[in-house]
């Protein structure tokens, strides 16, 4: 049985940094991408960044480009996001995804983690 479970939320202030962390089990190999989705109240979840099966490539929303970064250790079955130069608007529930399809979206995740809130405050 795959499970996701995220960590590292918390409240912020507007220009500092958190990272988040994701734990996976359940997969019998690592051929499987991981993402981070985040949903504000009232809006749309909505792609962060996604990593493709052993961290060779990643891809990232416009928003979040330059500032958040996400990488994998395969070893500890682990994705992080290193999230820098927070904005108020960064302020949602983050939701650590596995999926079997490199696009960033809800429509290909075939797993979800329970959630991490993040806030930043300005």
């Known amino acids: 049985q795959v499970h996701l479970v995220e960590s590292g939320g918390g409240s912020v202030q507007a220009g500092g940094s958190l990272r988040l962390s994701c734990a996976v089990s359940?997969?019998?190999?690592?051929?499987?991408?991981v993402a981070w989705f985040r949903q504000a109240p009232g809006k749309e979840r909505e792609g962060v960044a996604t990593?493709?099966?052993?961290?060779?490539?990643?891809s990232y929303a416009d928003s979040v480009k330059g500032r958040f970064i996400i990488d994998r250790n395969n070893v500890k079955n682990t994705v992080y996001l290193q999230m820098n130069s927070l904005k108020s608007e960064d302020t949602a529930m983050y939701y650590c995804?596995?999926?079997?399809?490199?696009?960033?979206?809800?429509?290909?995740?075939?797993?979800w983690g329970q959630g991490t809130q993040v806030t930043v405050s300005s």
């Open positions: 359940g997969f019998t190999d690592s051929s499987y991408c």
């Open positions: 995804a596995a999926l079997f399809h490199k696009r960033l979206s809800v429509d290909y995740v075939n797993y």
């Open positions: 990593i493709y099966p052993g961290g060779s490539s990643t």
